[in-house]
């Protein structure tokens, strides 16, 4: 049992830079999640999707983009990055009862 | 926006004595939930409170939802080097779950 995974686990980009990580569930859940967690802030919510073609904004979208073709993936594309943008990614969905599924994790660096 | 405010941020406490974090709101609350995270690791779901006054264990841990369903409580009796790491609380509302900044707990052995 898969459950969530994140490529890559970790990464190194330069400013300007576009990249993409990945997250992948097995478990057909509806609802996916991009989180970012800084020192200091938590998790904070980037984006989230409901069902495959429906995606929305959360607190700190500004700077990414996400797209949903299928129930299972869930990329989020950073298409400039910028210094700010260092930090931890999760990807998570919902369970039956509300319970969230994180993946381990992509620990980004921004250069 | 809605946001459930933990306290204390960190905490140290001696391996054997207790720990409680707290989270409140300054709104009802639909719901709390309360996660694990270890040094390092991944946010881990721990439960789901959703009733007024719901006390809910898991083996040293006791979860709290206030009468007033606008705070909770984690209490853990007797730590253990494997308690280390972040406590989040966190709401479910309109199909976005909201978290608190976390607590992190450092024990000494």
């Known amino acids: 049992d898969a459950g969530i995974t994140q490529s890559p686990r970790y990464k190194i980009t330069e400013t300007g830079r576009q990249v993409t990580l990945m997250c992948h569930q097995t478990w057909s859940h509806s609802y996916m999640f991009w989180y970012r967690q800084d020192l200091g802030h938590g998790l904070r919510l980037i984006y989230y999707?409901?069902?495959?073609?429906?995606?929305d904004k959360g607190e700190v979208p500004d700077g990414y983009v996400v797209s949903r073709s299928k129930t299972e993936n869930f990329p989020l594309t950073l298409e400039s990055a910028t210094r700010s943008q260092t930090s931890v990614y999760f990807c998570?969905?919902?369970?039956?009862?509300?319970?969230?599924?994180f993946g381990p994790g992509t620990r980004l660096t921004v250069t | 926006g809605q946001q459930v405010m933990q306290i204390p941020q960190y905490q140290h406490v001696q391996e054997g004595e207790d720990f409680t974090t707290y989270c409140n709101s300054s709104t009802t609350l639909s719901n709390i939930q309360w996660y694990k995270q270890r040094p390092g690791g991944h946010p881990v779901f721990l439960i789901q409170?959703?009733?007024?006054?719901e006390v809910k264990k898991q083996k040293r841990l006791t979860f709290q939802f206030g009468e007033a369903k606008k705070n909770s409580s984690l209490h853990i009796t007797a730590t253990q080097t494997t308690d280390v790491g972040t406590y989040f609380c966190?709401?479910?509302?309109?199909?976005?779950?909201?978290f608190g900044k976390g607590t992190r707990l450092h024990i000494l052995p």
């Open positions: 999707s409901a069902a495959a073609d429906i995606t």
């Open positions: 998570a969905s919902i369970g039956l009862h509300y319970e969230q599924y």
């Open positions: 409170l959703v009733k007024s006054g």
């Open positions: 966190a709401e479910n509302r309109d199909d976005k779950i909201i």
